[in-house]
Structures are given as C-alpha cells and as structure tokens.
C-alpha cells in the first residue's frame, strides 16, 4: 500500500465514523416544534391543559418522539403522586390532625396516602420499563413492554380514583380536606394523561386481507 493511500485511510475511517454518528443520532428539533407536537399531543387527552402545564417545559427533552412524551408523562405522574403521598403524611399538612390518632393507617387519610404511594411506585416502575430496551413498535419485545406499561399506568390511575372516593365517602367525619383533594386530583389527571399517552404507543392494526371467494 502506497504513503498516499496510507495517508488517506485514517481520513476516510473519520468520514466513515462520522456517517454513522449522524445517521444513529435523532435530526435536531427547534424548541418551536418539539412544543407544537407536545401542545397537540395534549389536546388529544382528557386534561389538556394539566398536560401542557406539566409537559410544555419538558418538551425540548421529549423533541418529536411519542415514546419521550409517554416517559415524561409517566414521570410526571409520578413525582405528583410521591410528593401527594408525602403532603398527606407531613405534619405540616391540614390532614395531618385528621388522620393522626385514629389507629393503625390513619383512617381515610391513611389509606388515601397508601394507595397514592403505590401508585407512585407502579408509575415509576412504569418509565423504567418504557425507558429500556423496548425494541422496535412491530416486535414482540414491544407490545409485552407496552401491555406491562399500560397495565401499571391503570393501575396506578384506578389508585387515585380510590382515593378519592375514600374521601368522599369520609366527608361527614371532617376527614377530608380540600388541599389534599386537590393534590389528589392532579394525580388522577396526570395518571390519566400518561396512560392516553402510553396508549398511542400502540401500533396502529393492518387491516385484515380480503378473502375472495
């Protein structure tokens, strides 16, 4: 091999290593859209503008990736549910009082706040699995992630319905107290908002071939 081709060699494993960096890597998105595709995303949901407050500011991380804005949702249901929990329990809360001294779970408030925690958990558990090695949206590895994703997400969505409904039911006791109904409240909307989410994930069916007789 000539001094000349030996020269050039390493130039052309440059361009070469180059190619590939730039074609593996996602194409640049201006914060304009990546905020225009959350917006719209968020109009398809049941709570539209607790989604925009929520991930407006995370857009320029999510770009136009479906499968970012479902983690970030996830992800933002579940610091609202963890730090519900925590206002529930906290001897600063209004409910605190209310819920201290009436034995083993704090009666209504005691419940409420374990139900939002294992909802914290299992959406938590849900950006962990959506964040993995999911594979590609057609291939088996995809559609068991998503099922588990979903599952968990609903789950966690039926906590907070739980929970409100607990106190509700406890409302002539003076258990519940507006502050935590309302904290309650946006974790039900951000655990739905990410479970509409997850749900667009689904690979859209082909439809079935025409059987000719």
């Not at 779970?105 to 005691?110: H, K, L, S």
């Not at 409240?185 to 059987?211: D, H, K, M, S």
Request: hydrophobic share 45%; charged share 20%; with cysteine.
């Amino acid at each position: 091999m000539s001094r000349r081709h030996l020269v050039l060699l390493p130039c052309l494993l440059l361009l070469l290593a180059a190619g590939v960096a730039s074609a593996s890597s996602p194409p640049k998105v201006s914060p304009a859209e990546a905020t225009g595709f959350v917006r719209r995303c968020c109009r398809a949901t049941s709570y539209p503008r607790a989604c925009e407050r929520s991930l407006v500011p995370r857009a320029p991380a999510v770009g136009l990736s479906p499968r970012r804005l479902a983690q970030a949702a996830l992800a933002a249901a579940a610091d609202a549910a963890r730090n519900c929990s925590a206002y529930i329990g906290s001897p600063s809360s209004s409910s605190y009082a209310s819920s201290k001294g009436k034995g083993k779970g704090g009666g209504a408030m005691g419940d409420c706040a374990e139900t939002v925690r294992d909802a914290a958990d299992l959406l938590k558990q849900s950006v962990a699995e959506l964040g993995g090695r999911v594979g590609r949206a057609s291939s088996p590895r995809f559609a068991w992630c998503l099922s588990n994703v979903q599952t968990w997400a609903s789950a966690a969505l039926t906590d907070a319905e739980t929970c409100l409904d607990s106190l509700a039911a406890s409302a002539g006791a003076g258990a519940p107290r507006e502050d935590v109904r309302r904290r309650v409240v946006a974790v039900e909307q951000a655990a739905g908002v990410a479970l509409a989410l997850v749900n667009r994930l689904q690979p859209a069916r082909r439809p079935a071939a025409a059987v000719h007789q």
